[in-house]
């Protein structure tokens, strides 16, 4: 069954830091790119950062780059995302999948951002 799990979310004061985790499972993981993608409430689905199969190449949304770094586990099959200097506008939830074939979407994870 192919599963992916998002974890490590939580409420954190602006300027604080998070490291989201990605548990994939039921696929292949090496093989594949993977994107972190957001929803805030009440908006849309937002891409936040890709990944490709080695970690070697990385992108990211202009709103989160020099703050978010995202890498990779491919021995874990586990892909994470450390976020730094967050801001209010970061809260949503957080999403993982891969590309350009993505899975069905897990549960997510909850960031919030707020003093």
């Known amino acids: 069954e192919v599963q992916l799990v998002e974890s490590g979310g939580g409420l954190v004061q602006p300027g604080g830091s998070l490291r989201l985790s990605c548990a994939a499972s039921g696929f292949t993981f090496s093989n594949d790119f993977m994107v972190w993608v957001r929803q805030a409430p009440g908006k849309g689905l937002e891409w936040v950062s890709s990944i490709n199969t080695s970690g070697g190449m990385t992108n990211y949304a202009g709103s989160v780059k020099g703050r978010f770094t995202v890498s990779r586990d491919n021995s874990k099959n586990m892909m994470y995302l450390q976020m730094n200097s967050l801001k209010p506008e970061d809260t949503a939830v957080y999403y993982c999948?891969?590309?350009?074939?993505?899975?069905?979407w897990g549960q997510g994870t909850q960031v919030t951002v707020s003093s």
């Open positions: 999948n891969k590309v350009p074939y993505p899975v069905g």
